[in-house]
Structure formats: structure tokens, C-alpha cells
């Protein structure tokens, strides 16, 4: 199993970025998907989630209008547009698969740095 991010980088305030993560080695569209992110000095938080076949979405309220997560099941691969980027967006982003059937199983890939900065 494997979830490989990537996209992240250094970006001026109000600029906007696009984060990539692709899964492989387990079957995709049968997980739900998430991306996280964590600033220094701070717990990891949920920012986004899309059910399997994307038909639902929720986002922290500190990131409503200006990221949207998508999927493409065809290509393994979830997505994270981040518009509007503002300091506090600063962080490593991770994505993660989940699955509960009869046990909960939880796959992280390694992260990607984005930071916000003048």
C-alpha cells in the first residue's frame, strides 16, 4: 500500500496551489479519502473528506470556499485545490484512505510541505 503526495511548496498569501495524492496497492474506489495537515508545534487536523465515489464532501470550517477536494477513481488519485492561501494554511499535508468494514483500515502517505509566506 502506498499514498504518495505531492504539488506542495512555497506560495504567497492569497496565492493557490494544488495537491496531488496517489494511491496504489489497495482498491481505491472502495475508500473514503481525506487530507490533513499539521503546523509546527501543532496536532495534526482534518481538512477535507470525499466519500468513495465522491458523492460527498466536508471541509474544516477554516478552509470552506477556498479548498475543494475532489477524486478520480480512474487515475488513484485524490485531489486538494487550495485558493486564498493565507500563513496559518502553512503546514505538512498528508493524505489518508480509510475503510471500515468489519476493522477500520487506515492508510497515511509521507506528507508535502506547503508553506505560506511574503
Known amino acids: 500500500v502506498q499514498l504518495v503526495e505531492s504539488g506542495g511548496g512555497l506560495v504567497q498569501p492569497g496565492g493557490s496551489l494544488r495537491l496531488s495524492c496517489v494511491a496504489s496497492g489497495f482498491t481505491f474506489s472502495s475508500y473514503g479519502m481525506s487530507w490533513h495537515r499539521q503546523a509546527p508545534g501543532k496536532e495534526r487536523e482534518l481538512v477535507a473528506t470525499?466519500?468513495?465515489?465522491?458523492?460527498?464532501?466536508n471541509y474544516a470550517d477554516s478552509v470552506k470556499g477556498r479548498f475543494t477536494i475532489s477524486r478520480d477513481n480512474a487515475k488513484n488519485t485524490v485531489y486538494l485545490q487550495m485558493n486564498k492561501l493565507k500563513p496559518e494554511d502553512t503546514g505538512v499535508y498528508y493524505c489518508n484512505a480509510r475503510r471500515v468494514v468489519v476493522v477500520t483500515e487506515d492508510y497515511w502517505g509521507q506528507g508535502t510541505q506547503v508553506t505560506v509566506s511574503s
Open positions: 470525499i466519500s468513495s465515489a465522491g458523492g460527498s464532501r
